[in-house]
């Protein structure tokens, strides 16, 4: 598997940059990324309803070799309510084998690309036929569309249900993992991807800027000061710190605060402020 950059980032919120708007803007941006080391991109259908991952797509191919600098994750199995096409409006999963072999090769020509480095099931789904799914996932390897296959937001019984099923391992497991979100932490579920050696991605980080806010929000600007850093790169140091420690996926697009976050990436806190962040965000000390 192509090593993870220190960060991946999501492109779930592209429609809210006006800079990037136009194909050149995109591609300007995208490469500027990959130059400064940052060449994993997070997609999604769900994302601005297939538009981001089109426009991604007509990026790459307007800057030729480009394609070959980045690694795309992509996430599906998420129908919106708008999008059922039954008329009823019902949010629904759909990991039918059918389905899913159509989502990738539609995401494969709407990204222009040849591979989808990392393919993600976003969420567990009771009516999964698990041993089709396994199939589809396993020829998506064989045949080179896919490079490798990881999950969003499952449990361990249903990740290693999943892998039952498969040849091919299973090499990420995505999970909502920050100071105010801990809980992974201490429920056994960030011990279960140690076990089976499932690469954990960490997703909203920083909670959308909310951990800035109140008690945490103070402690972390003024233990930011004493490292010498900003908060947000702080609060990924806490994540950073963690033995076998997520990769953050970020939603920022804002090049300064990318710059800023991939250049303290390897910072790591001391044991007490570590725990003095989690105390400030639980309200109480550790048991």
């Given at each position: 598997?192509?090593?993870?950059?220190?960060?991946?980032?999501?492109?779930?919120?592209?429609?809210?940059?006006?800079?990037?708007?136009?194909?050149?803007?995109?591609?300007?941006?995208?490469?500027?990324?990959?130059?400064?080391?940052?060449?994993?991109?997070?997609?999604?259908?769900?994302?601005?309803?297939?538009?981001?991952?089109?426009?991604?797509?007509?990026?790459?191919?307007?800057?030729?070799?480009?394609?070959?600098?980045?690694?795309?994750?992509?996430?599906?199995?998420?129908?919106?309510?708008?999008?059922?096409?039954?008329?009823?409006?019902?949010?629904?999963?759909?990991?039918?084998?059918?389905?899913?072999?159509?989502?990738?090769?539609?995401?494969?020509?709407?990204?222009?690309?040849?591979?989808?480095?990392?393919?993600?099931?976003?969420?567990?789904?009771?009516?999964?036929?698990?041993?089709?799914?396994?199939?589809?996932?396993?020829?998506?390897?064989?045949?080179?569309?896919?490079?490798?296959?990881?999950?969003?937001?499952?449990?361990?019984?249903?990740?290693?249900?999943?892998?039952?099923?498969?040849?091919?391992?299973?090499?990420?497991?995505?999970?909502?993992?920050?100071?105010?979100?801990?809980?992974?932490?201490?429920?056994?579920?960030?011990?279960?991807?140690?076990?089976?050696?499932?690469?954990?991605?960490?997703?909203?980080?920083?909670?959308?800027?909310?951990?800035?806010?109140?008690?945490?929000?103070?402690?972390?600007?003024?233990?930011?000061?004493?490292?010498?850093?900003?908060?947000a790169s702080l609060a990924m140091a806490w994540?950073?710190?963690?033995?076998?420690?997520?990769?953050?996926?970020?939603?920022?697009?804002?090049?300064?605060?990318?710059?800023?976050?991939?250049?303290?990436?390897?910072?790591?806190?001391?044991?007490?402020?570590?725990?003095?962040?989690?105390?400030?965000?639980?309200?109480?000390?550790?048991?």
């Amino acid at each position: 598997m192509a090593a993870l950059a220190p960060l991946i980032i999501s492109l779930r919120q592209l429609h809210h940059y006006d800079e990037l708007q136009t194909t050149h803007a995109l591609a300007d941006w995208i490469e500027a990324r990959v130059d400064e080391g940052l060449t994993w991109f997070c997609l999604a259908p769900t994302y601005g309803d297939g538009e981001h991952q089109a426009r991604f797509g007509q990026a790459l191919f307007s800057r030729p070799g480009l394609s070959s600098r980045v690694n795309v994750m992509v996430k599906a199995g998420i129908v919106p309510a708008h999008l059922d096409t039954s008329g009823r409006h019902v949010k629904h999963y759909d990991t039918g084998s059918n389905t899913l072999a159509h989502v990738i090769d539609h995401q494969l020509e709407m990204l222009n690309l040849e591979r989808i480095e990392l393919f993600h099931l976003h969420r567990p789904d009771p009516l999964m036929d698990h041993a089709t799914v396994g199939h589809v996932l396993d020829e998506g390897i064989a045949s080179g569309k896919l490079g490798h296959i990881g999950v969003s937001h499952f449990l361990p019984a249903q990740w290693r249900r999943l892998q039952t099923a498969m040849s091919a391992p299973l090499r990420c497991g995505e999970l909502e993992l920050s100071i105010p979100r801990s809980e992974a932490l201490f429920d056994g579920l960030w011990d279960a991807m140690c076990v089976d050696n499932i690469m954990p991605l960490a997703c909203s980080p920083l909670c959308g800027g909310r951990l800035f806010e109140s008690l945490l929000g103070s402690l972390l600007a003024e233990r930011a000061q004493d490292y010498g850093v900003s908060a947000a790169s702080l609060a990924m140091a806490w994540l950073n710190t963690l033995p076998h420690a997520p990769t953050p996926v970020v939603g920022t697009l804002k090049p300064a605060h990318l710059r800023t976050l991939l250049d303290h990436a390897s910072l790591q806190l001391d044991r007490v402020t570590w725990f003095e962040l989690l105390e400030a965000a639980r309200a109480h000390r550790v048991f």
